[in-house]
């Protein structure tokens, strides 16, 4: 467990050195090292957290940064390289006029949407993040919100990609609340995302 930390802690800091999400320095042994980012609540840590895991499943290097308070303008300017995110929010940012209200039609209208160099996972259709006094309502008078993952086009191979698309196809609201719970009773975040990846053999 020491060595994971030490491991994270020392690819954080090699982000921070060269100043690039991911980062391959004037060394030629350097390795990549893929930013995932998050603000500060305990959904967006978990998250990344969950995200960079897979990706060290799928044997890339990664590392998480948490309390970005601008994440989508770090993701813009290269400073993290994956966003763990609501689409239904996105939407809002982006194109808040849109009529876009279902998963289906949120999901064409972000990828729409899209500024030039990013791109998105698929959606977690299991999480279904409307406020709590929204739901039910199969008639979504309130957008969906989905969690998915925006990337920086181009970062990642087919193996990775279809790693990212295994974890939304697991996620649900149900297992997304017991993971943040944990984490709020002492668990850490990256212990918990060890442990849903472990249980969804990811």
Known sequence: MHSVAVRRTAAAILVAACAFTTISCASDDAKTVVAVGADSST?????AEIYSQALERAGTESTVVTGLTTPLADLDAGRIAVLPARNGALLDRWNPTSPARKPDEVAAAVNAAL???LSVTDAADGTDLR?????????????????????????FDRRQLKKLNYVA???TTEGLIESINQIETGTRPADAARTWLDAHSL
């Open 169 to 171: 196809g697991e996620l």
């Open 115 to 117: 500024p030039q160099g």
């Open 131 to 155: 406020p709590r006094d929204a739901l039910p309502d199969p008639d979504y008078t309130l957008r969906a919100q989905n969690i998915l993952a925006l990337y920086r086009t181009g970062i």
């Open 43 to 47: 959904e967006s840590v978990l998250l």
